[in-house]
């Protein structure tokens, strides 16, 4: 039984890590700016990133669909699989949840999403200041909760690695040959 993802899950896992550490610094540091074309420009890298996130975990998912992970270690227990299970959905409902509430935001507030400065994206909602302020404090909550699962997530993969001496973590590492 193949025990590896495949190089590309291994390429998209992490190359949507850096962009979601990326774009969570930026959205961090671009909120406490003072209005100023800086932080507008700052404001349309941090969507640009939210949509190429959301398409590049709309190609994991359909990869992961034809191309299913490694199973865990037989000796894992019941419990620890089942909070491996729940991570990994928490984690990619969370990848598709919180490009949706920016996006949802932005309309809100009557800012239109531009991919790129080049791909108009239609605004979801007519605009709407309180509902915008809302969907802000959500999008922020969606993020901090997801921190708090990646943050989860290595810790997870380390100790399987250093404490428990299995391949959970080795097996995501690029470089690494599939079968």
């Not at 992490?14 to 774009?23: R, V």
């Not at 610094?25 to 959301?54: C, N, Q």
């Not at 729940?86 to 969370?94: D, K, Q, R």
Request: glycine share 6%; hydrophobic share 50%; with cysteine.
């Amino acid at each position: 039984m193949n025990n590896t993802y495949t190089r590309t899950a291994i390429a998209l896992h992490w190359l949507i890590a850096l962009c979601l550490i990326g774009s969570f610094a930026l959205g961090t540091y671009m909120t406490d700016l003072s209005l100023s074309p800086r932080k507008l420009e700052l404001y349309s890298w941090h969507k640009w990133a939210g949509v190429s996130i959301f398409l590049l975990v709309l190609i994991r998912l359909g990869w992961r669909l034809g191309h299913p992970p490694p199973p865990l270690p037989a000796s894992m227990p019941a419990v620890l699989r089942a909070a491996a299970h729940f991570t990994h959905i928490a984690l990619y409902v969370l990848m598709i949840a919180i490009p949706l509430s920016g996006w949802l935001m932005s309309s809100a507030k009557g800012v239109q999403t531009v991919w790129f400065g080049i791909v108009p994206l239609p605004d979801l909602l007519t605009k709407n200041a309180d509902l915008g302020k809302q969907l802000e404090s959500l999008h922020f909550l969606l993020n901090y909760t997801m921190a708090v699962l990646v943050f989860t997530h290595i810790g997870a993969a380390l100790k399987h690695h250093f404490i428990d001496r299995d391949d959970i973590l080795r097996r995501m590492l690029p470089g690494r040959r599939p079968g």
